[in-house]
């Protein structure tokens, strides 16, 4: 079977417009008026204390009601202002793009109330391991869509997705539905996860400690080995040793703390994931990795994981994981 999966994501990423506005509102005595009237059920009346609280301090024409009402609606629930997510120097591929989405949100907070479908908390980097990991998250809850588009037969394709959607419109469908109504089946799991995101000042620096030998090891052969494999999520470009040797080292990593996990959280092997964010751009480097847990309760989860990433827990996992 081929599938394919993503992690629902909420819309966090406030452009500055909308920065700017939830900045003037908060704290504004038009807005906790205008909360009464919300509550009431008077909109125009609620409206309008808004508009009133923004013109004092905005420079220029009002945005439109739709925006003031967004910016209200999400004050304090941990949006994410564009100026902190950091552009590639050059066009990540498509798949890549999304990966650096879901990258972007995870490792942020997402409170309670922002989405029933993803919650994350910041929890601690224990001490000893500070110059080796800059953050350490954990997602109470997250919900994964995974889609099946189709089968491979003896051997698997080289690309998975060539030829997407008609190839799996042709070998899904006795009658392929046209492109108005076509659909794939699906289903969404909810679990939990530990998200952990490297230091690159330790990445930098490991990669330059080990240069030589890191390049006798990764040849051009092997980098052009991994840079077609698909499932890999390789960059469109700039495609050398460095990306190679990172993601090798965060991937290594995954399986290790995931075989770690496997004794201790009470979930088994087959039932924990990996999700890898790995990027060498000059401008905007990824180093993170996702290991979670979607295995169709529609409970949520055992809470096994997020348990463990605690910070009373989490270091001696850890050492457990690498000795």
Known sequence: PKTTSSIYLPDLMADSELREIQEILKDKSETITARLF????DEETGMDQLKKGIAKELKGPLPKDEVIKNAYDNLGRGRIPMGMVKKPSAPDSDFLAFRRTEFNILRNPVVEGVSSELRIMSSVVPSPFKNFFNKVNLVERLRETRVFFGFDRLVRSDDPFAGMPESAMNQLFLRPPDQATAWLPAVKNYGEG????FSENAISKWLKLNRDWLIKRYDVNFINRMHSEPLLIPPSNNVDWKWAARYQLIHTFSHIL????????????????????????????MGGLLIYTASGDSDGSLGGLVRLGRPDLFESLLRRAVS
Not at 38 to 41: A, K, R, S, T, Y
């Open 38 to 41: 919300f509550q009431l059920g």
């Open 258 to 285: 995931i075989n770690q996990l496997v004794f201790e959280s009470g979930y088994s092997s087959a039932s924990l994931k990996e999700r890898l964010f790995v990027s060498s751009d000059s401008e905007a480097p």
């Open 194 to 197: 530990i998200y952990i995101e």
